[in-house]
């Protein structure tokens, strides 16, 4: 029978669910047990695939095609487990589905309520998720206890407690214990609020995961066990990491949190095994060389937005034994010089994806340089059709080229809609999405990074390379490093000449893992320690130069809890 863990957050909402919940499945996974993850979002939206990343960070693809919420990229880096469309289920998504079967006549007469219809969709949900081959389901509820919008969340939960048996479902509180700097002291009662908040629903957290600042007193963990009613053993700390997130696994392993867990559930399984994961810690802990690389992008200022895009680049650094230094750049202030300076002293240029024309030109100008100053280059979706542009009309004299996503008049459309979009009106999971394969050319940085000959790779797009531009590409230098079996699809493309310039239709960011670093971001950052050491083919970046960046403030990728 699979078991279910149920993780609720308490006192304040970025609190870090998702990579405590990420973290559990690989400890649990560490044991040999096989587990499934699961966000409950509440909010209406369907799909977060229509927000923007403003609002809500960026979208994460699943290799089925579902666009879902960031905190699932968390589930797919930390374990094996499988990330399907069910795996995120909205308010949105359970409305849409009850009102339809009421269209239908399924409830034959009933009034339809929000108990038992809503919440018995929900419970079917974290329920479709038991099989014979799935040990344990961590289920996120996604907000704080205490808001409205997650009450039918957690009378859910709180009915397949019940049903389930104490043997089968297990309640983590997550909550945040703040340390108030003024006095010096640690606070305990935003989480007995919390906690209190909900026993009133009917839930009784068994286990207690307290975030703090700094390092809570054995006194006070008596104090949160007592008023919080959680035996002292079940209560648990996690300070904020200063390396990196992967290390959040090892520092509940230490305090036994998955000891617990199993205790708990009776669950008899193997001790766990962290070797591989420890090895790899070390690996971030004691890098031997250290790159500045820059992410030119629209929505570098939100922390989240290109999430998976920094950890594939940490896990880049992480396969070189490399520090990467990420620089984030507004792409709209690429028109400044002094910001154009700063773009060609970096070991390394990345265009991430996007939408609308704003910033494109200044995605456009940063891949200039990159070409035409020899530097690393990865573009990534919008990144490589923007490099398509630029290339249309610098190399190949095709002026005002450009996508009929940012000018639909342009007389060289050298990206436009897919033919299977023309017809689509609707926005709400309607792009090309999900995973595809893609046949390698022979004789390509992209064979080479992947040393295979067919990969597959998740996609989100309406536009693509115009076939009508691939001679005119090819004969100036461009290469045609992958497209679809079929040759029809254009979906990574190179440049002849060039140390490293890879730019893909996909996002491979998506793949990426610590462990197993993407191959086209490992090579990337492959190539920019290459550049660090010796140059661009001789003469690399002027040292002046490259002491601005380091002096430059940097954020390192996948270093804090919200890097
Ligand atoms: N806006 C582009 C398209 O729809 C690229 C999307 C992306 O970068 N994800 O094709």
Redesign the pocket.
């Known amino acids: 029978m699979t078991k279910h863990i149920f993780v609720t957050g308490g006192v304040v909402s970025s609190l870090g669910k998702g990579l405590t919940c990420a973290s559990i499945g690989r400890l649990l996974e560490s044991r040999g047990l096989r587990i499934r993850l699961q966000k409950m979002d509440p909010y209406i939206n369907v799909d977060p695939g229509t927000m923007s990343p403003y609002q809500h960070g960026e979208v994460y693809v699943t290799e089925d095609g579902a666009e879902t919420d960031l905190d699932l990229g968390h589930y797919e880096r930390f374990t094996s487990s499988a990330i399907t469309r069910e795996c995120n289920v909205t308010t949105g998504r359970v409305y849409d589905t009850v009102i339809k079967k009421e269209r239908r006549g399924d409830y034959l007469g009933k009034t339809v309520q929000v108990i038992p219809h809503i919440t018995d969709e929900i419970k079917r949900a974290i329920l479709s998720l038991d099989s014979p081959l799935v040990d344990v389901v961590i289920t996120e509820i996604g907000g704080t206890v205490g808001d409205i919008e997650s009450l039918p969340f957690l009378e859910a939960i709180r009915q397949l407690g019940f049903e389930l048996g104490s043997a089968n479902a297990l309640f983590i509180h997550l909550t945040l214990v703040p340390f108030l700097r003024a006095s010096g002291e640690i606070k305990t009662k935003p989480t007995q609020h919390s906690v209190g908040r909900l026993r009133e629903i009917g839930i009784i957290p068994q286990i207690l995961i307290c975030r703090t600042e700094v390092a809570i007193e054995p006194d006070t963990m008596e104090k949160l066990a007592l008023f919080s009613n959680v035996r002292r053993e079940y209560v648990f700390q996690e300070p904020d990491v200063e390396t990196s997130i992967y290390e959040v696994p090892l520092m509940l392993a230490e305090q036994g949190v998955d000891g617990a867990i199993v205790d708990l559930l009776k669950i008899s399984c193997r001790a766990s095994d962290l070797s591989a994961w420890k090895i790899m810690i070390e690996a971030i802990r004691n890098p031997t060389d250290q790159v500045d690389v820059t992410v030119v992008g629209k929505y570098v200022n939100h922390q989240d937005a290109y999430k998976s895009v920094y950890e594939a680049i940490a896990h880049g650094g992480i396969a070189n034994r490399a520090r990467v230094r990420v620089h984030r750049i507004e792409a709209q202030e690429v028109e400044s010089e002094a910001v154009q300076k700063r773009i060609a002293s970096m070991d390394g240029i990345l265009v991430?994806?996007?939408?609308?024309a704003r910033g494109m030109e200044g995605k456009i100008q940063a891949i200039r340089i990159a070409r035409e100053q020899r530097i690393p280059f990865l573009g990534?979706?919008?990144?490589m059709?923007c490099f398509a542009i630029e290339f249309a009309r610098d190399v190949c004299g095709l002026e005002r080229a450009n996508?009929t996503?940012f000018d639909p008049d342009t007389p060289h459309p050298v990206?436009s809609i897919m033919p299977q979009q023309e017809s689509i009106f609707e926005k709400g999971g309607t792009?090309r999405l999900g995973s595809y394969p893609c046949a390698l050319a022979e004789g390509t940085l992209s064979h080479k990074a992947y040393e295979a000959d067919l990969v597959y790779e998740r996609h989100?797009?309406?536009?693509?390379f115009d076939n009508r531009f691939r001679e005119a590409f090819v004969r100036q230098g461009g290469v045609i490093a992958g497209a679809s079996p079929d040759g029809k699809l254009v979906e990574i493309v190179e440049l002849s000449g060039h140390p490293w310039f890879v730019a893909v239709q996909f996002?491979p960011e998506f793949k990426s893992k610590p462990d197993r670093a993407h191959p086209l971001f490992a090579g990337f950052i492959g190539a920019a320690i290459k550049r660090r050491r010796h140059g661009a083919a001789g003469g690399g970046r002027s040292a002046p130069a490259a002491e601005a960046a380091d002096r430059e403030s940097a954020d390192r990728a996948g270093a804090g809890r919200n890097a």
């Not at 989100?460 to 693509?464: C, F, M, N, T």
């Open positions: 991430p994806g996007g939408f609308g990534l979706c919008v990144g059709q996508s996503e990206i792009m989100r797009h309406r536009y693509e996002h």
